[in-house]
């Protein structure tokens, strides 16, 4: 069980290698992965249920206890990121499917990886936690909301089957979790070591068959949504540190907020898409599932640098 672990955490660790390896080997090779596109809502749930698996009454302590930050924290993501991918599909004049697929994937809340990339950052990794779990749980409501309103200009969106989708997809698995972790008591341990590996498969096969569905209008269109994408995520993620800055949060509560912005919960745009949609819908959550985790990783490096001494967190 130890090795099992050990390897769950090099494979989490890696994530970005991986979703980038099997994207590539998508794209060139698409029969081998398109049977997985049957796969994609099923795995997204797995990965919901195994957040219900590991959220705590401690991860929402920071919602009392620092109740402005965590709405902001909330507000800024729901606000910035699909404000932005509006922005970005009218001043590009981008095509329906894939102006659709940028709003979805802005629309989105935060994804999991944020949590990681905090801690590497040096960041608030409390207020990373309360943050995603509150914009997830937010998401049955705000999601569909967002995505109507940003969205129908373009194709149309039925808000009522975006809810239900988000609730069987989202809030169902992870409520199925927390039963799970109440019944499974200190058990719930061992399961748990092995989350990351669970959660980085499903991501990676998640990327793969959406890639392997849209390979041809990828070849077509992908350098045009690949520039999007980079654009949505760098300017989330700046936009996100300049809130925070402008709030008067300390450094490390800056570089959480820039993170929690700029990092979507991908996968579950990638399923909405396929859902309601079409694969080409997809692509954009696909490619932002690559490109986020490559630039998290970056950006960590960078924060892990700057700004140590002035990094504590305020009691």
């Not at 929402?60 to 924290?73: A, I, N, Q």
């Not at 995603?132 to 109507?148: K, N, R």
């Not at 898409?273 to 080409?280: E, G, N, Q």
Request: positive net charge; aromatic residues 8%; proline residues 5%.
């Amino acid at each position: 069980m130890r090795a099992l672990a050990a390897f769950s955490r090099f494979v989490g660790n890696t994530f970005a290698l991986w979703v980038l390896l099997f994207a590539v080997l998508a794209f060139f090779q698409p029969a081998w992965f398109l049977p997985a596109t049957a796969w994609i809502v099923p795995l997204l749930g797995l990965i919901m249920f195994g957040m219900g698996l590991t959220l705590k009454t401690e991860d929402f302590r920071e919602v009392v206890r620092r109740p402005l930050w965590v709405l902001l924290g909330v507000a800024a993501q729901f606000l910035i990121m699909p404000g932005l991918a509006w922005l970005l599909c009218q001043v590009l004049g981008l095509p329906p499917e894939i102006a659709v697929g940028v709003i979805l994937v802005g629309c989105c809340p935060g994804g999991t990886a944020s949590n990681v990339i905090t801690w590497f950052s040096r960041g608030d990794v409390a207020l990373s936690v309360s943050i995603t779990a509150v914009t997830t749980l937010l998401a049955p409501l705000v999601t569909p909301a967002l995505i109507w309103l940003l969205a129908s200009a373009w194709l149309p969106v039925k808000f009522g089957a975006l809810f239900m989708s988000i609730l069987q997809i989202v809030l169902l698995p992870i409520v199925l979790g927390l039963i799970a972790q109440r019944l499974l008591g200190k058990r719930v341990h061992h399961v748990v070591d092995v989350l990351p590996l669970v959660s980085v498969v499903s991501i990676v096969i998640i990327v793969a068959a959406v890639v392997a569905a849209s390979q041809a209008k990828i070849a077509e269109s992908g350098l045009l949504i690949m520039a999007v994408v980079v654009l949505h995520n760098s300017l989330g993620l700046g936009l996100g540190y300049l809130i925070g800055h402008l709030f008067g949060l300390p450094l490390a509560q800056r570089k959480t907020l820039s993170i929690e912005v700029g990092m979507q919960n991908s996968g579950l745009g990638a399923a909405l898409a396929s859902a309601h949609f079409s694969p080409l819908a997809a692509v954009p959550s696909a490619l932002f599932s690559v490109w986020h985790n490559l630039s998290g990783a970056l950006l960590a490096t960078i924060y892990r640098r700057i700004g140590q001494d002035s990094e504590k967190i305020p009691k």
